[in-house]
């Protein structure tokens, strides 16, 4: 076979993947067809005792389905028809009359886990590289050949559950004690350690984990499961939008078939992977991962990348990226105003790693070695070998200026300089730099340590080579960069301020925090307007709308509301314990205090608060590619998803004004503008579209003149 290879030695069969022309092992229809013909002939061989599945693909079992094919679907039928034939090829796989087993040395994700629970036993490696998933859920739907069946039956529903319904990745040590795998070791020891599984396995001595007490106890009778039910349906509704049916649909398989013989199971499941693999939110999250991809891939790989760097400027952001800096670079230098500020800095930057000590991803001496590469200086000295120095100071442009003129004086002409703003254009900042060319914008996402996006910014005189070694080393640091041009507030922050902002003019006109907080959760956003404000910092967001307004005037006007919580109340959000909300840990209740003096009590519908604070969020995305501040509209829609959270399963901002209707959104902004002003002026662009009777995805030309 092209991609599989048979062999036979000892009564032992291997059949061992490895794609032709392909960096990984996926497995498409072409692969399992040829998965199919490979047991019709080992069946054929009575001299048989075992099998083996291996790859050969260096830390690579299984990555997974082939998701092109998956996106192709246009129907549930079509879904449906494929779905079948491959249970029929992983039931044949079952039910060899000999022991089987999966050598897992590397990824084993999605199809891949559902074929190695085909199998009778699971071999783990103890590679790094060694993970165990089912991502299918971030994908639009779940596992859907066999998993929702096999894994309750080999870890138990509670595992199962928490295994499909998040993606989460364990690795083999973690496996190994849930029971998914049933032994591990080193790589380097397969040669005796597999031969010896191999014959424990023909002799009938392998011992299967026991589920734990609780775990089996839960799952035991009707009423304990109906809880686990429950309980799992109210932790998914707190994460995740009724919008989005994967996670839902998943659990209702599950409940629906944990207790009927597999052929029924299996049936149900089919039908409900299938009803989801064809619909457009999966489609758009199928398009989102391979953005990821394509970003991911940006770059050109140096001789030399950067491994040292120095952070100046330590609030919230600056050690959001010291953490990050600490975690996957070998030597990160700070910048303090007074050394009496080192011990905080400390404290925040471990207390970041917490959660890796909770889900012992990491020990406390691995923590301790990550936070033993920092070194402080409150002047800039000890900076020679330093190769990017990164500003992550106030938003003013002269504290900006002033810190890249005293880091010229004592960095390396090869080093760069990069500044983390959130607004200030990056070509006035670059000019009174000397060296031109080694100055970028790079803007991280607050909380730093969750926000996979960062926007790199090239100034007009910024080389080709400082772009794509610091795509390189944010790649290398497990962020996502995007390079767009120069503006005010770039992409996201610029997009996502008039969304705030009209959420404050709302309220202003006598609507209530919590109610526009709510409806625009419910429409998919993370968290509503007024929390996000509160969580960011309300000096942040005032500062930052004070520079769009400066650059872009009455069309982004900064809402009197906002400006009486930040100037007149002095109100900073979260950190000071009140802003829109006042916050006492955990808990929150509205601030009534912000809008009393605009409280006119007026109702607004749903649709409305909608239409105004997402319409016009179109618009500025539509002005962005009429600019050319980026060339391609999925670039916005991945920059809004993975930088401000806008829902994934949507497609993105310029997905869903698509499917809602150009010529609707026109209307609405018009409408609005007549009534509200220029902030609802319609783009040029806008206007185009609708004329030309294009939309996003076919004018691609429209603004490419």
Partial sequence: MANLDLQIENGIATITFNLVKEKVNKLSFKVLNELDKTLNEIKEINSIEALVIDSSKENIFIAGADIKEIEAFKTEEEVYSQIIKGDKIFEKLENLPFPTIAYINGACMGGGLELALACDYRVATTNVKTKLAFPEIKLGFFPGLGGTQRAPKVIGLINSLDMILTGKNLDAKKALRVGLVDEIFDNGQKKFKLLAFIQKAIDKKIKRKKLGFINNLLQSNWLTKEIVYYKTLKTIEKKVNRDFNAPYMALEVIKQTFDKEYEEGIEIEARAFSKLASTKESKYMIELFFMFEKFNKAFTKTDKPISNVTVIGNGVMGKGIIWLFTKFLNEVRVKVRKLEQVSSIIKSVAKLYDSSLRRRSMTKNQVEFKLNKISYTDKYNGMQNIELALEAIIEDEKAKKDTFSELEKVLDKDSIIATNTSSISIEKLSSELVNKKNFVGVHFFNPVNMMPLVEIIPASKTSKKTINRVTELLVSCGKTPIVVGDCA?????????????????????????????????????????FTLADTVGIDIGYKVSKILNDAYGDRMPIAPIVKRVYEDLKLLGVKSGKGFYIHKGKLKKVNYEVSEPFNMNRQFSDEQIIQRCIYIMINE????????????????????????????????ILNYANDVGLENVLNNLNNLKARYGKRFEPSDLLKKLVKEKKDFKTGEELWKL
Avoid at 634 to 647: D, E, H, R, T
Wanted: hydrophobic fraction near 45%; aromatic fraction near 10%; glycine fraction near 12%.
């Fill in 489 to 529: 507030g770039f992409i996201v922050n610029r997009i996502l301020l008039p969304y705030l902002n009209e959420a404050a003019f709302i309220l202003e006109e006598g609507s209530h925090v919590k109610k526009i907080d709510k409806v625009l959760k419910e429409f998919g956003m993370p968290m509503g307007p």
């Fill in 621 to 652: 995305a539509s002005r962005c590619l009429e600019e050319g501040v980026v060339e391609d509209a999925q670039v916005i829609n991945f920059a809004l998803i993975a930088g401000a959270g806008f829902p994934p399963y949507k497609g993105g």
